[in-house]
């Protein structure tokens, strides 16, 4: 076997940045330049069994290769973070917004928390 002598891209975490009607979200995102970085930065997240057990851990990123995304069952969850990152031109980065479901289908709103999770990584993360 042999180990990669590239390190983890660093994670930062949020945490718990909203709840509406039970669903809770928390927003978390690192620098990263390829795939393989963005699949251990979601393997690093989801090594917190809380964030594992979550029900969407929902993300996006601009890469030099081009925008990629994935909803994780929350339907267009992840264009919306994809958007975002385009508007804040915030490259080189990944931003997983993780919903812990509450119990009450929030319709559209759904889309608007994920929004104030994507806008409180990028206020915390401006610099």
Known sequence: MSSSSTPAPSLTRLGVVQTDRGSRYAVSGAQVTSRAEVDQVLATLKSDRNYAK?????WAALLPTGGLKADDGESGAGMVILRMLERAALRDHVIIVTRW?????LG???FR?????VRA?????AG
Do not use: E, F
């Not at 479901?101 to 289908?105: H, V």
């Not at 990584?121 to 993360?125: G, S, V």
């Open 113 to 117: 928390r994920v929004q104030d999770a």
């Open 108 to 110: 559209g709103d759904r």
């Open 101 to 105: 479901y509450g119990g009450k289908k």
């Open 121 to 125: 990584y990028l206020d915390q993360t």
């Open 54 to 58: 979550a029900t969407h851990n929902t």
